[in-house]
């Protein structure tokens, strides 16, 4: 099992910037992937970034150029930063961890941090 809990949500006005922190703890050495998702009330929840154990990222186009995915697995923490962040930005956030490939495949999910984005 693999527990993932996420920080730094939280109220910003338009063109802010907000940095999110997901800790993973468990069994976390199998784990490939680990990403972030945005869920809206009405809407599917929609991924926005992730990355590998390689290094590599992977952005969704409505946040590429304005986000940022980055690892520290001496910590075993991924981080989303955020800039310019939009009204349309607001949604609750959850940090995602795979086993195998992202956004394709989630094996564990954390239990979500609010970000809201004042006009």
């Known amino acids: 099992q693999v527990q993932l809990v996420e920080s730094g949500g939280g109220l910003v006005q338009a063109g802010g910037s907000l940095r999110l922190s997901c800790v993973a703890s468990?069994?976390?050495?199998?784990?490939?992937?680990m990403g972030w998702y945005r869920h809206v009330p009405g809407k599917q929840r929609e991924f926005l970034a992730c990355?590998?154990?390689?290094?590599?990222?992977s952005y969704a186009d409505s946040v590429k150029g304005r986000f940022t995915i980055s690892r520290n697995n001496a910590k075993n923490t991924v981080h989303l930063e955020m800039n310019s962040l939009k009204p349309e930005d607001s949604g609750v956030y959850y940090c995602?961890?795979?086993?195998?490939?992202?956004?394709?495949?989630?094996?564990?999910w954390g239990q979500g941090t609010q970000v809201t984005v004042s006009s």
């Open positions: 995602a961890a795979s086993y195998s490939v992202l956004p394709n495949v989630v094996d564990y």
């Open positions: 468990g069994s976390i050495f199998s784990i490939n992937a």
């Open positions: 990355v590998r154990s390689s290094g590599s990222t």
